[in-house]
């Protein structure tokens, strides 16, 4: 997994990484999030959520 800036790279996925991931930003300003479900169903080497 590589985070760059606001990009997060998962590389060589496979089903056990299923699941809901969570992303927090938190400044000076507040605090924001979100939620993103991840369902892996056939073979994948790169995933980016942006």
């Given at each position: 997994m590589v985070v760059s800036g606001r990009e997060l790279?998962?590389?060589?996925?496979?089903?056990?990484?299923?699941?809901t991931y969570r992303c927090e930003a938190t400044n000076s300003?507040?605090?924001n999030s979100a939620e993103y479900i991840l369902i892996i169903n056939g073979k994948f080497t790169k995933f980016l959520l942006e």
């Amino acid at each position: 997994m590589v985070v760059s800036g606001r990009e997060l790279t998962i590389t060589f996925l496979n089903k056990t990484d299923n699941g809901t991931y969570r992303c927090e930003a938190t400044n000076s300003i507040g605090k924001n999030s979100a939620e993103y479900i991840l369902i892996i169903n056939g073979k994948f080497t790169k995933f980016l959520l942006e």
